[in-house]
C-alpha cells in the first residue's frame, strides 16, 4: 500500500530536549516536505527537498532541521525544541518535484513541548 | 508570490442540500490548483486538481471544482451533501511557470453537514 509514514504520532516532552520525527515514503518520490498545521493559520511549510541531498528552506524554517541521505527518509530534527513549536507536523511526498503531481500525506505528528 | 484565500471558515449545509467551499488565488503565471480534505486525526488527503483543459474539474467521493481564470477563483462543490462529508477541507496552488516553488495551502474552510 502506498503510504507516508510519520513517527512517533504523539509526543510530549520539555524545552531543549533534542528529538527527530521520522518520515519514510514508499513510492519512489522524489519531492518531500514538512508542514506545520496550527489553528487559523492552516499549513505552513517547514522543509522541503527535491531529491536526495537537497533540502530547501520553506516558509518557517526556524528552529528545525532536516536532512534528505536516502530517497524514502526525511526526517524532522528539532535540535533545541521550544514552546512554540507546539503544533502538529505533516510530512508528504510527491513525484515530479510536487510541480503538477498532488501530494500525499502522513498521518501526523502531535508534539507538545512544555 | 503566490496566495490562496478561503474567505469562510466555517460552512454549514444540510443533508441533501449543494454545497460550495470558496478558494481564490493569486500567481503571477498559470496556476496549479488543488482541494485537500483532512478527516479528524489523519493527514489531508487529495481530492481533485486543476492543470488544464477542461474548467470544471471532478474528483473523489463527488465532489468537483470550477476553474475561473477572470475571478481567480477554484470553488469546491458537490450537489447534495452527505453528514459524512463534515471535514476541513484545504484549497493550495502551485504556479506552474515559478520553477519549484512549494505548494501553499489555504487556512482551510471546516464543512460541517447536518442530518
Known amino acids: 500500500e502506498a503510504q507516508v509514514t510519520q513517527n512517533p504520532r504523539y509526543l510530549i516532552t520539555v524545552t531543549g530536549k533534542k528529538l527527530t520525527v521520522t518520515c519514510s515514503q514508499n513510492?519512489?518520490?522524489?519531492?518531500m516536505s514538512w508542514y506545520r498545521q496550527d489553528p487559523g493559520l492552516g499549513l505552513r511549510q517547514i522543509y522541503y527537498?527535491?531529491?536526495?541531498?537537497?533540502?530547501d528552506k520553506g516558509d518557517v524554517p526556524e528552529g528545525y532541521k532536516v536532512s534528505r541521505k536516502e530517497k524514502r527518509n526525511f526526517p524532522l530534527i528539532l535540535e533545541s525544541p521550544s514552546p512554540n513549536q507546539t503544533s502538529l507536523y505533516f510530512c508528504?511526498?510527491?513525484?515530479?518535484?510536487?510541480?503538477?503531481?498532488?501530494?500525499?500525506f502522513g498521518d501526523g505528528t502531535r508534539l507538545s513541548i512544555l | 508570490a503566490q496566495s490562496v484565500a478561503q474567505p469562510e471558515d466555517q460552512v454549514n449545509v444540510a443533508e441533501g442540500n449543494p454545497l460550495t467551499v470558496k478558494c481564490t488565488y493569486s500567481?503571477?503565471?498559470?496556476?496549479?490548483l488543488f482541494w485537500y480534505v483532512q478527516y479528524p486525526n489523519r493527514g489531508l488527503q487529495f481530492l481533485l486538481k486543476?492543470?488544464?483543459?477542461?474548467?470544471l474539474v471532478k474528483g473523489s467521493y463527488g465532489f468537483e471544482a470550477e476553474f475561473n481564470k477572470s475571478q481567480t477563483s477554484f470553488h469546491l462543490k458537490k450537489p447534495s451533501a452527505l453528514v459524512s462529508d463534515s471535514a476541513l477541507y484545504f484549497c493550495?496552488?502551485?504556479?506552474?511557470?515559478?520553477?519549484?516553488?512549494?505548494?501553499?495551502f489555504g487556512k482551510g474552510t471546516r464543512l460541517s453537514v447536518i442530518a
Open positions: 508528504a511526498s510527491s513525484p515530479v518535484g510536487g510541480a503538477g503531481g498532488p501530494q500525499h
Open positions: 513510492m519512489n518520490h522524489e519531492y
Open positions: 527537498s527535491m531529491n536526495v541531498e537537497v533540502t
Open positions: 500567481v503571477s503565471g498559470n496556476p496549479y
Open positions: 486543476y492543470i488544464t483543459g477542461d474548467n
Open positions: 493550495a496552488v502551485r504556479d506552474w511557470n515559478s520553477g519549484n516553488t512549494p505548494l501553499v
